[in-house]
């Protein structure tokens, strides 16, 4: 079993930032990324990024330069900072590890 325990939503305004975290316990393999996805209401669950046990990255094109993904392995700790935001970028997001999700935290870009 692994648990995902996401934080660090909220309400933020287009242009600013925020970092949200992601802590595991359990079972972590470290063959399997981390990743992050996001839920817009009325639309599918999608890939935001991924980072390895080695630190490679991957990003969706809607966020490649503006946010950063990294990982912490002695504190099973990953991290989505988000730069630059956007309306569009109004989503639930979680973190994912193989088959285990977190609750999801949602994040408001708005006036």
């Known amino acids: 079993q692994v648990q995902l325990v996401e934080s660090g939503g909220g309400l933020v305004q287009p242009g600013g930032s925020l970092r949200l975290s992601c802590a595991a316990s359990?079972?972590?393999?470290?063959?399997?990324?981390m990743g992050w996805y996001r839920q817009a209401p009325g639309k599918q669950r999608e890939l935001v990024a991924t980072i390895t046990n080695g630190g490679t990255t991957n990003y969706a094109d809607s966020v490649k330069g503006r946010f950063t993904i990294s990982r912490d392995n002695a504190k099973n700790t990953v991290y989505l900072q988000m730069n630059s935001l956007k309306p569009e970028d109004t989503a639930v997001y979680y973190c994912n590890h193989f088959q285990y999700w977190g609750q999801g935290t949602l994040v408001t870009v708005s006036e």
């Open positions: 359990g079972r972590i393999n470290s063959i399997y990324v």
